[in-house]
C-alpha cells in the first residue's frame, strides 16, 4: 500500500457501529492506531408511528422511488426489516450511502455525479425527468437533515413523502479519551459531520494546534470552521474512504524513533 502518512497515527474515528469498525479495520492497514469514539449515535424518531407507516407503505410498494441521504437511513431500513419491492427505485447520495444500499442486498439505480451532495442529488435525478412520468417518492432521512431534497423535489411537481427515521443524539466521551484529545496525544480528528462538530467542540473544546483535524467534504469544512476548529484536510470526494487515502498519501511520514 502506498502512502505511509497514517503510520502510528492516533485517529479518533467519531463513529461505531458497522461504520466505525470499516473505518477502523482501514486505518490499522494504513499503520495507523484508531480510537474509536462515537460521538452521535442514532435514536428513534420522536414519532414512531409516522416512521413505521412510511416503512409498511414503503414495503408494499406504494413509492416508485426511495431516496436515502446517508448510510445510517440504510441501517435503519435494515434494522426494522423494510423489504424494497422491484418495483421502487433507489437513489442514493453518493458512493459511500450507494455502498451501504448495495451491501444491504438492494439495487441503486442513481449516484449523482461529483462530489456527494443532497442538492446535487435532487438537481441531477430532477433534470432527466418529469412529473408525469414518475410515481410517488419517499425520502429517508434523520431529523437534523435538511429538506433539500424533497423540497427540490416539491417545487418541481413531484409527488413526495419524507419519513424521519431516526433522531441523531451525542454520545458523551469516555474520560480518557477526552482527556487525549485534549492534550494532543491523538493526532487526527475525523470530522464527519456538523453533529460531530457541535459534539466535539461541546465535550472537548478547542483542541490542540497539533491535531490535524480533517473534514468529509467542503460542507463539514464550513460547518467545522462556524464551530471554531481549523481544518488541515478536506475530502475531494466527500467519502470518508478518500478522506483516509488521502490523509495517508498526502501527510509527512513519522520518522520512526
Known amino acids: 500500500m502506498t502512502g505511509g502518512g ?9 463513529r461505531g457501529g458497522g461504520w466505525g469498525d470499516r473505518v477502523a479495520a482501514d486505518l490499522r492497514a494504513r499503520g495507523a ?31 416508485a422511488w426511495l431516496f ?4 445510517a437511513s440504510v441501517d435503519q431500513l435494515r434494522q426494522h426489516g423494510v423489504r424494497i419491492p422491484e418495483t421502487t427505485r433507489i437513489a442514493a447520495v453518493g458512493r459511500a450511502t ?12 442513481f449516484v449523482p455525479a461529483g462530489p456527494s451532495s443532497a442538492a446535487a442529488l435532487a438537481a441531477q435525478w430532477c433534470a432527466d425527468r418529469t412529473p408525469a412520468s414518475t410515481g410517488r417518492s419517499l425520502v429517508v432521512r434523520s431529523d437534523l437533515a435538511q429538506a433539500v431534497v424533497s423540497d427540490e423535489l416539491e417545487v418541481r411537481g413531484f409527488a413526495v413523502d419524507v419519513c424521519i427515521a431516526y433522531r441523531t443524539v451525542g454520545v458523551d466521551l469516555e474520560p480518557e479519551v477526552a482527556g487525549g484529545l485534549r492534550s494532543g496525544a491523538i493526532d487526527v480528528v475525523l470530522l464527519t459531520s456538523l453533529s460531530v462538530g457541535r459534539e466535539l467542540r461541546r465535550q472537548v473544546g478547542r483542541l490542540p494546534a497539533s491535531t490535524l483535524v480533517a473534514s468529509i467534504g467542503p460542507g463539514t469544512t464550513r460547518d467545522a470552521a462556524v464551530l471554531g476548529f481549523t481544518v488541515a484536510h ?4 466527500q467519502s470518508i474512504d478518500a478522506l483516509i487515502a488521502e490523509l495517508d498519501a498526502h501527510l509527512p511520514v513519522k520518522e520512526s524513533s
Open 6 to 14: 497514517l503510520r502510528g497515527a492516533h485517529v479518533l474515528v467519531p
Open 33 to 63: 492506531q484508531p480510537v474509536v469514539a462515537p460521538l452521535i449515535s442514532s435514536a428513534p424518531p420522536r414519532d414512531t408511528a409516522a416512521r413505521d407507516r412510511a416503512f409498511a407503505a414503503l414495503s408494499d410498494g406504494t413509492y
Open 68 to 71: 436515502v441521504t446517508s448510510a
Open 98 to 109: 450507494a455502498r451501504a444500499v448495495a451491501e444491504a442486498g438492494w439495487e441503486v439505480d
Open 234 to 237: 478536506t475530502a475531494q470526494t
